[in-house]
């Protein structure tokens, strides 16, 4: 008998052993899965928030490239007005010939004197693509109506330059000679 207690006691141990081993590997992995989930779940919004970043700032690059690319259509839109304002205000004719009725205009509406209007045979290259046309003016009277014929020189559409200018008395107080060179910018492009 005392054999038979010997080996029941051997298998009941055995098998507490194995019970306890089981119970000690089911408590360990509670407690593994208990201690690691939450830190699974931390694991998990990090990886999410991490993705969500680059997103957004995949998406910020974007709208800043945007951006750029508005703000360098606006620019190119300014520059296009101001280049059609430049281009307006050239001389449209391949030589100052027709100039020269609006220049007497000018003088005779103002009540100067034209003494000589010529166009000049110089030619000042500015750029590849203009050219500045030169001619000369010899006026005389007021030094008023002088100031007013330079007022519609500046207020003509295209641009007419003083390159020179002389003043000189005469004879009389209140007239004086008046040399005046000037030129205008032509678009060697159109002819």
């Known amino acids: 008998m005392r054999k038979i207690l010997q080996d029941w006691k051997n298998a009941v141990t055995v098998h507490w052993f194995l019970a306890g081993m089981g119970i000690y590997l089911i408590a360990v992995a509670v407690l593994a899965y208990w201690f690691l989930a939450p830190l699974r779940s931390q694991y998990t ?59 007497d205009g000018y003088c005779t509406s103002s009540h100067l004197k034209v003494l000589t209007l010529e166009p000049l045979n110089k030619v000042q290259e500015v750029t590849k693509d203009y050219q500045k046309l030169y001619a000369q003016l010899r006026l005389t009277g007021r030094y008023v109506d002088f100031l007013d014929w330079f007022k519609k020189l500046e207020g003509h559409p295209q641009w007419i330059l003083i390159e020179k200018l002389s003043i000189e008395p005469t004879d009389l107080p209140e007239i004086q000679n008046f040399t005046v060179e000037i030129s205008v910018l032509r678009d060697r492009r159109k002819k």
Do not use: C, G, W
């Open 45 to 103: 919004e990090l990886i999410d928030n991490r993705e969500s970043l680059e997103n957004t700032y995949i998406n910020l690059i974007q709208l800043d490239i945007e951006e750029s690319i508005r703000s360098v259509d606006h620019i190119l839109e300014k520059l296009e007005t101001y280049q059609n304002q430049f281009d307006a205000r050239l001389l449209q004719e391949p030589n100052l010939n027709a100039l020269m009725p609006v220049l």
